[in-house]
């Protein structure tokens, strides 16, 4: 388990007079095993602040820290923090099947040979609730829901010490993305997981951060326990995201207990 | 979904087609005489025969002989391997120097590959005769001196094209997943991107050969190329040029020579690119094929289109009424028992009625129906939701009700009226069809998911509103602009005046939005139907958004039908909501009874599936168990059946209808234990 450290981190686009500071001096502690939630509205800098974590666009100052070392990309193996990304659509290699692409990120030195490693791409697809036998199918032929979870299987197949995970349910239907928010939840309850969740939807970081950062124009404005951040909200663009969210549909107990009363004999309403 | 058909498996079927057979047939039949010419006949071709020297056609030498007596016809058969070869040749260079320059950005890293980048732009920019004129002087004359001329002269218009087909695929998401797992960049090269860019490269190398040879034929024409005593079809051009007056077939034959094989390569290109397009397009998987692919629409055309349909409008500016004779004459669509559609009950307060509503797609595989038999209505100033899975028809539903799906989709409908004007009438005649169009130009209002790309990108702003008043209404160019700021001004776009004058780009995404809903409010709507209009926006633009269209429902009694995938956003906003789910709709509930109320057992799982800031944080999230329908393969019975809970013998055979505002065979029915999660 590992600890995530963004130290004054700021990020520009472009050069001299041209640029634009997408993050600007960003302190933020992803601590061990916990998952938090990084949420503001688009534009906001959350895939950019995403990406300069694993090593994907260079930090103009300040640092990003894994464990207190420089989490720079090193020249062999696999990158201690791994990604997961938005596009159920593109995250995945369309030519190659889910187990050969899951197999890449496998590091070399497990050793063991074709079947240590089909083993371990089976235990993967198993460890995200997918058939191991889904491993010869090619990306086309899963849903999207099924590619995010292959996605997750292949970021966890490099043993990273912490995963980015930027929108994963953004691009999925609501009655898939269900199972992606559990397998997060249970990924990080059973394997002490660290995750940075990227997401613009407050309900869904309520439902897997334990505690949420709120970024706005490149900055975090306001950061704490999901329970502090949404229940007793400090900074008012924090407020004024709470207040946009609609309505629940249930105010009080959660739907699917409650057995059905035959009330509504909801003729079609015309007018 | 149907599986992933192999691409060896997939290029005969592309081979089938008529360019496709003429192409490999063309190519087949030169590889054959390539090899066996030289064989079979390569020492008649050198035989000279001094008594029939500089003979034209005759029995013996169809296309006559050269100045030693030797067979043209001949000659010109073996020529076809050096030409061959030398052309092939010429086009592997070519792809080897592209390949190496395409890629240097992605081997080398950013910096050097902006310098060969600027480099291969400069030399694109070169006409390739040109190029390979100056090689050809540079490396001197002979078949290696034209081989590397002609490679090299290609080389940047492959490395170009490389560029480009590379920068595509290294921007996707798993080449970035690949870096972080440690694959070194050869590798990447190697396994990720060259495979994903290896069909057209294929395809362009295939024209490319066609013409290298014919940039061969011309450096051999020119004396440049291949020397005496060897001979390419350039060569035995330029031998008989001198007397083409004479004889003309001396020159022709291995013109012609070129002309075909230029065409084999050209040919067997096209085809296999053409394959390669089909492949691109199913890898989406079957449903975004339809939604994306097959179906044409209209969209932002529709406006203008109907503009200058009505500019011959004889309707008095606003006082655009529902025309009776409209509803009358076209009975084309209103079968008998179409009784709920019929006049008097148009006339009750129905804005929207639609029944048994039908969109056909035709498709390689043959016709799919993504919506099979929709039913509703819409009142006056009601809000009318309607939530589903991506697939599941309720797009198409919305651009079939507006009119905007054109042929090859087909639509039909036992009723399908608007204000009491029948949608499906044919038989109309020039001015009631203008009335039509004007009604739904004036009275219904679209409003998309990317407003981007229904405003004209080059146009300003306040001239696109303006358009439609000018004509439906017609009013004049001040009275129209007007409108079109105060129109701004009512979806509270800040300094309207202003803003009138800018283009499309100046807005951000959410004021484009609400610029988009203006327009629909130029006329006097009587129904506004948005499709996702909330889901590229964030949250705060969101809520502004609904904010928006609920105040223009309450001011104007509008009717608002509002498509989304997000059942609290339509929870939100609606009194009642439609549920579809493949192409049907499965509930039809008022909005309050989404919660507790639900019947079906999908728009329940829909409903707990969705995490909102009260759901228990102690238990897993409702999942809906498998995929959604692909409506190439609507499975018997209930469509749902695969997925639900609930389901028994009788839910997989036989397809529930929609009675008492639920299409299930249990509805309202939970089962014993419900289920904690399911496991997909
Ligand atoms: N490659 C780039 N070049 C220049 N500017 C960029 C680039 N990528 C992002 N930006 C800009 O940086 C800012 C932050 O972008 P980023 O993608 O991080 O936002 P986001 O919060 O992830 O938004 P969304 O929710 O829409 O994905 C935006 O203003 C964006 O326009
Ligand atoms: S008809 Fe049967 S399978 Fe279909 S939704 Fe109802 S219970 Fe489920
Ligand atoms: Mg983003």
Redesign the interface.
Known sequence: MSELRFDDVTVRYGSGRRATTAVDGVRLVVPPGQVVGLVGESGSGKSTLARAAVGLVPVHSGRVLLDGEPVARRRRGPSPVQMVFQDPASSLDPRMTVGESIAEAVPHRTGGGAAALRAEVARLLTLVHLDPDRAGAYPGQLSGGQRQRVAIARALAARPRLVVADEITSALDVSIQGAVLNLVRELQRDLGLTVLFISHNLAVVRYVATQVAVLHHGRVVEQGTTAQVLGEPRHDYTRSLLAAVPAPLTSTEPVSTEPVSTEPASTRSTT | ?P??PSAPRRLPAVLRTPVGLAGTGLLTLLLTVAVLAPVLWGDAAEAIDTAAMLQGSSADHWAGTDNLGRDLMLRTLVATRLSLVLALAATALAVAVGLLLGTASLLLGARAGRLVTAGVNIAVAFPGLLLALFFAVVFGVGQVGSVLAIGLAGAPAFARLCQTLVAGVAS???V????????GRLRILL??VL??VGGPLVVNATIGAGGALLSFAGLSFLGLGVQAPAYDWGRLMQDGLNRIYLDPLAALVPGLAVVVAGLAFNLTGEAVARGFSIDTA????GVSLLAGGAVRTRRGRARRDRAAGAAASRTAPGAVAPDPTVADDGASGAGPGGASGAGPDGAS??VLDVADLVVTVPTPGGPVRPVRGVT??V??G?AVGVVG??GSGKTLTALAVARLLEAPTTVTARTLRFQGADLLATDLTAAQRTLLDTLLGTELAMVFQDPMSSFNPVRRMGTQLAEGARHHLRLGRRAARERAVDRLRAVRIPDPDRRAGQYPHEFS?GMRQRAMIGLGLMGSPALIVADEPTTA???????QV?DLLAEVRAQDAVALLLIS?????V??VCD?VLVMYAGRVVE???AA???????HPYT??????????????D??????PG??VDPADVPAGCPFAPRCPLADARCRTEDPELV??VACWHP?E?RPA?PA?V??
Do not use: K, W
């Not at chain 2, 926006?537 to 809520?543: E, F, G």
């Not at chain 2, 995938?565 to 956003?569: A, E, L, M, R, Y």
């Open positions: 979904m599986a992933r996707r998401d798993y970035a997943a690949a870096r972080l797992a440690g694959v396994r990720h495979p994903n199913d890898g989406l998987g307060g129905a509703f209505r009142g006056r009601e899975e991506s995404g926006l964030d949250v705060t633009v969101q809520r609904l995938h997000d059942v609290s956003v929870a939100d009642r039809d509930l008022p009874h989404l919660a507790t109320g639900a019947r329940r799982a829909l409903v707990s599936a969705v995490p909102h800031l009260a759901t228990d944080l238990r897993p999230l409702t999942v809906i995929r959604p008492d505002g309202g939970r419900e999660v496991v997909a």
